[in-house]
């Protein structure tokens, strides 16, 4: 049984550090905004903040667990703090289960400023259960975390380190309908789609959000993104590296890399359809206004009827200017 000693005071240390930290905190909190607006003023033309949104989450959750976990990791193993842990009682699934729980406290703080910004500012419109939100994003961050770590495990210097992270983030987020609408890409690229796990993300948060489905409808995403974080914590246990100068295995990684393929050739074998391949409804939207504009036509009915004099009050009033005039 494995034995986290020590994960208490990591994890504290490593809050510490993010909060003293000027980069990190633009990162936590100004570059997560900066994203909302530019999205908002871009696509908001084509489509409503509600639509964007599910990707906007998405490009979020991988952003931060590549360029934050990953990119935190290389460069403490080349500051020779992990050597330092050595001497220590802490273990290897400690030092990642610490810096998986800092990276996953500050990504919801992101996610959450995100949320909070675009409903206040853009009127942002949640059709399903609002309850099942922060349930999909933590499914999506608990699958993703693990995988930012496990690119840190295997780059060998900050060198390295941040060409391996680019070629995962590009296709993670270009080809999973983040920040291309989903139904707006080639056949080929959609079928492709379903190797990737930043799609399930997509379709779960576009389930929920625009179509307005129940969290029961987003089980299968979800359990493959369960499978594929728990997954990455073993690939981390296997992969770990206390020193740069350590080799890495070639038969762990081709191992690593078989079962990644393995889990996601079955799931899109056998995965469940994205319903995201059609483009989102309208018609609620449309029911939204036209409900809006029937009740704003009744109350200036109303308005206008309760201004109108009867029949009966016109004519007495016209038989009072009579007697008047005569």
């Given at each position: 049984?494995?034995?986290?000693?020590?994960?208490?005071?990591?994890?504290?240390?490593?809050?510490?550090?993010?909060?003293?930290?000027?980069?990190?905190?633009?990162?936590?909190?100004?570059?997560?905004?900066?994203?909302?607006?530019?999205?908002?003023?871009?696509?908001?033309?084509?489509?409503?903040?509600?639509?964007?949104?599910?990707?906007?989450?998405?490009?979020?959750?991988?952003?931060?667990?590549?360029?934050?976990?990953?990119?935190?990791?290389?460069?403490?193993?080349?500051?020779?703090?992990?050597?330092?842990?050595?001497?220590?009682?802490?273990?290897?699934?400690?030092?990642?289960?610490?810096?998986?729980?800092?990276?996953?406290?500050?990504?919801?703080?992101?996610?959450?400023?995100?949320?909070?910004?675009?409903?206040?500012?853009?009127?942002?419109?949640?059709?399903?259960?609002?309850?099942?939100?922060?349930?999909?994003?933590?499914?999506?961050?608990?699958?993703?975390?693990?995988?930012?770590?496990?690119?840190?495990?295997?780059?060998?210097?900050?060198?390295?380190?941040?060409?391996?992270?680019?070629?995962?983030?590009?296709?993670?987020?270009?080809?999973?309908?983040?920040?291309?609408?989903?139904?707006?890409?080639?056949?080929?690229?959609?079928?492709?789609?379903?190797?990737?796990?930043?799609?399930?993300?997509?379709?779960?948060?576009?389930?929920?959000?625009?179509?307005?489905?129940?969290?029961?409808?987003?089980?299968?995403?979800?359990?493959?993104?369960?499978?594929?974080?728990?997954?990455?914590?073993?690939?981390?246990?296997?992969?770990?590296r206390w020193e740069s100068t350590q080799p890495l295995s070639r038969q762990r990684l081709g191992l690593a890399l078989l079962?990644?393929?393995?889990?996601?050739?079955?799931?899109?074998?056998?995965?469940?359809?994205?319903?995201?391949?059609?483009?989102?409804?309208?018609?609620?939207?449309?029911?939204?206004?036209?409900?809006?504009a029937a009740a704003s036509g009744s109350s200036s009915a109303s308005d206008y009827g309760a201004a109108r004099p009867t029949?009966?009050?016109?004519?007495?009033?016209?038989?009072?200017?009579?007697?008047?005039?005569?």
């Amino acid at each position: 049984m494995i034995r986290f000693r020590g994960l208490r005071e990591l994890v504290r240390a490593g809050i510490l550090s993010v909060t003293r930290s000027r980069a990190a905190l633009f990162w936590t909190i100004m570059f997560p905004l900066f994203l909302l607006g530019i999205f908002g003023a871009i696509f908001s033309r084509f489509s409503t903040m509600t639509e964007i949104l599910p990707g906007l989450w998405t490009i979020t959750i991988i952003s931060a667990s590549f360029f934050g976990n990953s990119m935190i990791m290389v460069q403490e193993r080349e500051a020779g703090t992990f050597r330092r842990y050595l001497v220590t009682p802490v273990n290897s699934a400690t030092v990642v289960a610490a810096y998986g729980i800092v990276g996953s406290v500050t990504l919801c703080l992101s996610l959450l400023l995100q949320g909070v910004a675009a409903w206040t500012v853009f009127g942002v419109d949640c059709r399903g259960p609002v309850w099942a939100l922060p349930i999909v994003l933590l499914v999506g961050i608990l699958a993703f975390a693990p995988l930012g770590l496990l690119v840190g495990s295997i780059a060998r210097d900050l060198k390295t380190a941040p060409v391996l992270t680019n070629l995962l983030f590009f296709p993670l987020m270009f080809l999973s309908g983040a920040a291309i609408p989903f139904f707006m890409l080639p056949h080929f690229v959609q079928v492709g789609a379903k190797l990737l796990p930043s799609t399930y993300v997509v379709e779960s948060l576009t389930g929920v959000m625009v179509r307005g489905e129940s969290l029961g409808a987003q089980t299968a995403p979800l359990l493959i993104l369960l499978a594929t974080g728990a997954f990455g914590v073993w690939l981390n246990a296997l992969l770990f590296r206390w020193e740069s100068t350590q080799p890495l295995s070639r038969q762990r990684l081709g191992l690593a890399l078989l079962g990644l393929l393995l889990l996601y050739g079955i799931a899109a074998l056998v995965g469940p359809t994205l319903r995201m391949v059609s483009p989102p409804d309208k018609s609620t939207s449309a029911l939204s206004v036209t409900t809006k504009a029937a009740a704003s036509g009744s109350s200036s009915a109303s308005d206008y009827g309760a201004a109108r004099p009867t029949p009966s009050v016109a004519a007495a009033t016209s038989r009072s200017e009579s007697r008047s005039a005569a």
